[in-house]
């Protein structure tokens, strides 16, 4: 387990930090980055107040007409990792219009200002009618916003959700989807984030893809502080190209294929593509030319894949328009113009029965003076290439897929008596490695960790105490504890969370009534 090293300080506040801090910063400061409370370089308790629009200070519709006097603010949509969403009209063009709030407000980093603006332009260029379109951006009283397109209706992820999409449906969506990044990565813009939330259908089932380079706008990149990044890349790992996790520095439009890839298999197989996965017409009946284009989105060398998402859009438009290739129709067993009768065929066939009975015995001649010797059978077989001969896909190491508590909340019950991380793939019976991060912020053990009967959910029973920070690896640089059956470490994942001052659930984690 990691230890403190005085030596070391927290970038922000000055406390002792240990070897593997996140950035160079202590927990509560990661926590309070995490949730945009308070900016990097200031101590706690000092600093701007939290502007409204970051996180736990989320203000009402009412509040924001006092912002936005152009607008009239209706209700809140939405809000998630990247900001808030409101829904508005712009009454001198009597149009609905969608206003969205970032978290990560200027003083969270010296360059947002200056990034947002230019961003946000190249946003506003993009004019297609598969992409939200940018009508506004700017920044009053500390909120950063864009006004976009509002579309009237759902994201794909509620689709999926409420009903199986089925592969006529979804080979209507993808080409969709491709033509908009297609348009995109032709202006220079990478979406960075191709997932079922963002891709949106209007009621006339027309795609419209959304939060396009956002993640480059909140500063999700190699350089500079990662921490919103890496809670994106250990919590929603799935749709992010490998060199999304292994070499961020190096992505280009290519990620945007393999998470599109991603997208049209869970379309058609309601799974996710994750190890060694198996074509998507073996999951489910459906064309098996379609395996061939979704297997060469998924390929893990960029330099394998698709090199432009126009290629998939005609790919898969030709499989759309061509029929299915089907077994030759069965011939009518009546009598067919220029062939013969059913009669005649019955007698053609009885004489054929006794024609191959009178020549049965010279088969039996020739065959046993030509037996082929077994040793040269079991040669022949041994010739064969073995299966295992064959050359597989390295397969993808296991993440975690869901925490409980979620990391980056603060306000956990401090009742919760364990802790439960849930995996991609069946782990290894006995295999863990909870390290800590910061010898004041690791939980009270309560018993010995272990999995639950699906294989992939770890259990750690401990003691929370209100009102405290917690912050626990799960893997780390120096810790692989965290294996996978095949001997994979899982990547390493950061649990952090703050309890509340009082306990107002049972340790079950049930609410009292």
């Known amino acids: 387990m990691a230890c403190m090293d005085v030596n070391r300080k927290c970038k922000d506040c000055g406390a002792p930090v240990g070897e593997e801090a996140p950035e160079g910063l202590c ?28 996180p736990g200070a989320l203000p009402d519709p009412a509040r924001l007409s006092e912002y936005f006097p152009q607008l009239e603010i209706l209700e809140l949509l939405g809000q998630g990792g990247m900001g808030a969403v409101y829904k508005a009209r712009q009454p ?26 230019r961003e946000a332009r190249a946003l506003a260029r993009l004019n297609h009618p598969n992409i939200v379109a940018v009508h506004e951006f700017g920044q009053t009283h500390g909120l950063h916003y864009l006004i976009l397109e509002f579309v009237d209706g759902t994201d794909l992820r509620r689709i999926e959700h409420s009903a199986r999409l089925t592969p006529r449906q979804a080979l209507e969506i993808i080409p969709q ?25 209007d009621k006339k089932g027309r795609v419209k893809i959304t939060d396009f380079g956002l993640a480059k706008i909140l500063g999700l990149e190699p350089q500079g502080r990662r921490l919103t990044g890496v809670r994106d890349v250990m919590g929603t790992p799935h749709y992010m190209a490998p ?21 049209f298999y869970e379309m058609l197989t309601g799974e996710l593509p994750l190890g060694r996965f198996a074509p998507p017409s073996r999951k489910v009946p459906l064309d098996a030319r379609l395996d061939e284009v979704v297997l060469h989105t998924l390929e893990k060398e960029p330099e394998r894949r698709y090199q ?70 079991q040669t022949a077989k041994a010739a064969q290439p073995a299966l295992a001969d064959i050359p597989t896909p390295a397969p993808l190491p296991p993440v975690v897929i869901k925490a409980v508590p979620e990391s ?18 069946p782990m290894k019976d006995g295999s863990w490695s909870w390290t800590r991060c910061g010898e004041e912020n690791f939980p009270e053990p309560d018993g010995q960790p272990h999995y639950l009967a699906d294989g992939r959910t770890c259990v750690w029973p401990v003691k929370l105490r209100p ?47």
């Not at 995490?34 to 706690?44: H, I, K, L, S």
């Not at 292994?246 to 990620?255: K, T």
């Not at 980056?408 to 401090?414: C, I």
């Open 467 to 513: 009102g405290k920070l917690y912050a626990v690896w799960l893997n780390s640089a120096s810790a692989h504890g965290f294996v996978d059956r095949r001997g994979q470490p899982a990547l390493p994942y950061l649990l952090i969370f703050e309890t509340r001052k009082t306990a107002t659930t049972n340790p079950t984690g049930e609410s009292k009534p």
């Open 27 to 54: 927990p509560r400061c990661l926590l309070k980055m995490a949730m945009g409370t308070r900016p990097p370089g200031t101590a706690p308790g000092e600093g701007p107040v939290p502007p409204p629009g970051s």
């Open 308 to 377: 432009q998402a126009s290629q998939v859009k005609t790919d898969v438009e030709a499989i759309a328009r061509a029929p299915t290739p089907a077994q030759p129709k069965a011939p009518p067993t009546s009598a067919r113009p220029g062939g013969f009768s059913r009669p005649a065929r019955a007698r053609l066939a009885a004489m054929a029965a006794l024609l191959l009975l009178a020549l049965l015995p010279v088969f039996q001649t020739v065959f046993s003076r030509h037996k082929t010797p077994p040793a040269r059978s």
């Open 92 to 117: 001198g063009l009597d149009r609905l219009v969608a206003l969205k709030i970032l978290w990560r407000q200027g003083v969270s980093d010296p360059g947002f200002a200056e990034r947002f603006t």
């Open 408 to 425: 980056g909340s603060a306000a956990v019950d401090p009742a919760l008596a364990e802790l439960q991380v849930t995996f991609s793939a």
């Open 243 to 263: 060199e999304q996790v292994e070499h961020p520095q190096e992505v280009d439009h290519r990620a945007d294929i393999y998470s599109l890839g991603v997208v």
């Open 177 to 201: 989807i491709c033509a908009a990044l297609q348009f995109a990565h032709d202006e220079g813009v990478v979406h960075r984030d191709i997932k079922p939330e963002n891709v949106l259908l």
